[in-house]
């Protein structure tokens, strides 16, 4: 409640200002700056794979069992690849009001449907034919970037699962507000009305497994939002792979002892 | 019931077709289908015609309590449904991917681009507002879902008139349409999708792909787009690898095609289609003429089986035929039957066609046989071989193929509406569907006339060739004399 009201609030002031004069946005950050980005990977021991990330105030929980047998009908396992599952819920209590249908309904089934594609290009899938890996991504606080959150994640998942990747699929989302494009938009930012813009890359190569972009934006805009997009992308590919390397010098001095 | 799956061969011949920039329906790469846009009688319902895919939009409101969160603003609930009758692969009740996909870039192209004014639905801030629904559902799959659904769910919206209200204190009052005229929805711009699919690894695009090419791509790129040049929402499925500097030049053809708005190219922009659309459909209304899906459906009748014959005057038909040969001006190159095909057709004024599958004529059973190293086909013309084994053959096979072949050309440069490809085999079915004057009943008194029939289909159809192509009658007799030895 107390999010909406501010940005009801924020709309009846005059103007939105998601940029200050001096050039900072309402969280403080510089209009290029990425939210700070914390994970923990390994967090379930059940699990294949999991990871927890933070990045700001948007907490997501990632969790990959697989490869493993298709489980359910035989028909959907294809012969020459593996068939990913991805389920994305948000937890009831992670939006300013409580969310009534977790996953089911059309958002949710949309951005299932989106990771599943991101990481159908991004997954070595011939390696495992007729198995089946499991993604299920869950929101346990929302602030902006939700998609591009769950994306890291199930991203350090993955490489927790020890699963063959082309490249780390980093995802951030990007916003234009007078001629400047921010990065990493936090939710009061993506509900302003302005521009929003997600990318999900593979940093090395600078293939774009994702683009999804709403509301308007005139068209030549467009090349310095992807820049923006693009480079925060690279940004985060550098944080987490930080990520990964501590946690593997953890894991191997635990095993050392 | 489970789609037919695509089969190995099609698939590949699908690909090696796009790879050499071609399309089934002979589009090129940025090639539209034709859209037609009809409108039905009531306000608000449409069906739009994306070449055979067909979409049909229904759009209605309701007086209800607005959301909790923007009491202020009406509600835009957006429905798409894939019905059984379109393709066998849609199941009703079934939540499938595509209609996941498709439902939320209708929701995100309509809604958040904010094209509709939602306050001015308002009828009492916090109690009344009106909800508009647009139900979408598909009649026909060809392909290119989205585009069509975008385009019938905005021209259906601009045509869709609320009922008006009249706010006495709480009292809300709604007239009925006879009371009083009820009032267009405010919109303030058109977004449009337009879909690129991509193949072979992105490596190639293509606008608009219908049912088949659809099936063979590795991921779609939607782009919707409204006149103003404003980007209204992008967005990228099917996992394929995207390079940036692929989503930009295809930002450069939305601009290009929004230009044509004043050109009438075959790559037809929606915009002014529908604004010309939605004009005419109001004027019909106000003219009190008939209006409706049943007046604007084509009425397909035969109304002739029978064509006139016309006899024939054959007394001194070679001597005619000759008199023309020596009229003209002769060319000083006449290939040699023996030389290559290639070379000749690199300088021959030969006429290139596509070439209508001429099934058994033309094409020589090489199975047993050696294989002719330099058997190279002549272009696209499919049906017509290799002249130059054929000439091995007897002059009656001979003939044949240049007289279907002459056929083929006139029949093409005139009357390609009258006859269907592909019907080519019944010979005499055509000569008569052939100018009146040019009926040949020789034909059937056997292979002893036919080379004089061939002389007055060379008469006849060289001037008319000649008249149509601009061919002059010379280099066209030059073309017949080439291969026939007389």
């Known amino acids: 409640m107390a999010i909406t009201e501010l940005s009801a609030l924020l709309k009846g002031m005059a103007g939105l200002e998601l940029l200050s004069e001096q050039g900072y946005r309402l969280d403080g950050r510089k209009a290029g700056e990425l939210r700070k980005l914390q994970a923990r990977m390994s967090v379930f021991a059940q699990a294949d794979g999991s990871a927890y990330l933070e990045q700001g105030n948007t907490k997501v929980l990632a969790v990959v069992y697989g490869p493993h047998e298709t489980r359910g009908s035989r028909a959907k396992s294809l012969h020459d690849r593996a068939v990913i599952n991805c389920q994305f819920s948000m937890a009831t209590f992670s939006t300013a009001e409580r969310k009534r249908r977790p996953h089911g309904d059309r958002k949710s089934s949309e951005m299932s449907l989106h990771l599943k594609q991101t990481f159908e290009a991004a997954v070595l899938t011939q390696l495992y034919p007729r198995s089946q890996i499991d993604i299920y991504v869950k929101i346990l606080q929302a602030d902006g970037s939700n998609y591009s959150a769950c994306v890291n994640a199930a991203t350090l998942a993955l490489v927790d699962a020890g699963i063959p990747l082309r490249d780390y699929v980093c995802a951030c989302t990007a916003g234009f507000v007078e001629d400047t494009a921010l990065a990493d938009l936090c939710h009061v930012e993506e509900s302003g009305g302005g521009t929003a813009l997600a990318l999900a890359l593979l940093p090395c190569s600078g293939n774009i497994a994702l683009v999804q972009m709403d509301s308007r934006l005139h068209q030549d805009h467009l090349d310095k939002l992807m820049e923006a997009a693009a480079k925060a992308c690279q940004d985060l590919s550098k944080v987490l792979d930080g990520v990964v390397r501590r946690h593997l010098e953890e894991v191997s001095d635990l095993t050392k002892h | ?486």
């Open chain 2, 1 to 486: 019931m489970r789609d037919t799956p695509l089969s190995n061969c099609e698939r590949l011949f699908l690909l090696q077709a796009i790879q050499e920039k071609k399309r089934l329906d002979g589009r090129q790469t940025y090639d539209y289908r034709n859209i037609k846009i009809l409108f039905g009688t009531d306000y608000g319902c449409c069906i739009v015609e994306l070449g055979k895919t067909r979409v049909l939009c229904q759009v209605s409101c309701e007086l209800v309590p607005p959301k909790d969160s923007r009491p202020t603003e009406g509600i835009l609930y957006f429905n798409l449904e894939l019905s059984p009758m379109a393709s066998p692969a849609f199941e009703s009740n079934r939540q499938s991917e595509l209609l996941v996909m498709l439902n939320r870039q209708l929701e995100r192209c309509l809604r958040n681009s904010k094209c509709i004014d939602t306050e001015s639905l308002c009828v009492i801030s916090g109690e009344k507002v009106w909800q508009i629904r647009v139900d979408v559902h598909v009649l026909n799959h060809d392909g290119n879902l989205m585009d069509a659904a975008s385009i019938a769910a905005i021209s259906a919206l601009s045509h869709f008139r609320r009922p008006d209200v009249a706010i006495q204190g709480r009292e809300v009052t709604v007239f009925s349409p006879e009371e009083r005229d009820p009032i267009p929805l405010s919109i303030y711009h058109m977004p449009i999708c337009v879909s690129f699919a991509f193949f072979l690894q992105g490596s190639y695009l293509l606008v608009d792909p219908c049912e088949r090419e659809e099936r063979v791509k590795d991921g779609l790129l939607v782009i919707a787009m409204n006149k103003h040049r404003e980007i209204c929402s992008i967005q990228s499925s099917g996992g394929i690898m995207l390079l940036k500097d692929q989503v930009k030049p295809v930002e450069m053809l939305l601009l290009v095609e929004g230009e044509h708005e004043n050109h009438s190219s075959e790559r037809i922009k929606p915009f002014p289609v529908l604004l010309c659309f939605s004009s005419f459909v109001l004027m019909q209304r106000k003219e009190g003429g008939k209006f409706g899906f049943a007046e604007s459906l084509p009425i397909e009748r035969i109304t002739a089986l029978k064509r006139d014959e016309a006899p024939v005057e054959m007394a001194d038909v070679k001597d005619t035929a000759e008199e023309i040969i020596n009229r003209t001006e002769s060319s000083t190159e006449v290939y040699p039957p023996g030389l290559k095909t290639r070379e000749r057709s690199a300088a021959s004024p030969v006429l290139v066609a596509t070439g209508t599958a001429q099934v058994g004529e033309g094409i020589v059973n090489s199975w047993g046989l050696e294989e002719d190293e330099d058997d190279e086909v002549i272009i696209e013309d499919k049906g017509g071989g290799n002249p130059r084994r054929l000439q091995n053959k007897g002059e009656l096979e001979l003939s044949l193929w240049l007289y279907f072949r002459l056929l083929y050309h006139t029949v093409r440069l005139h009357l390609f509406s009258l006859v269907r490809p592909g019907k080519l085999q019944d010979s005499e079915d055509l000569m008569q569907c052939l100018t009146p004057r040019v009926y040949l009943d020789d034909l059937e008194e056997g292979a002893g006339h036919t080379e004089e029939a061939l002389m007055v289909l060379l008469a006849g159809s060289t001037s008319m060739m000649a008249s149509s192509s601009g061919i002059s009658s010379s280099i066209s007799l030059q073309l017949v004399m080439s291969f026939v030895d007389f």
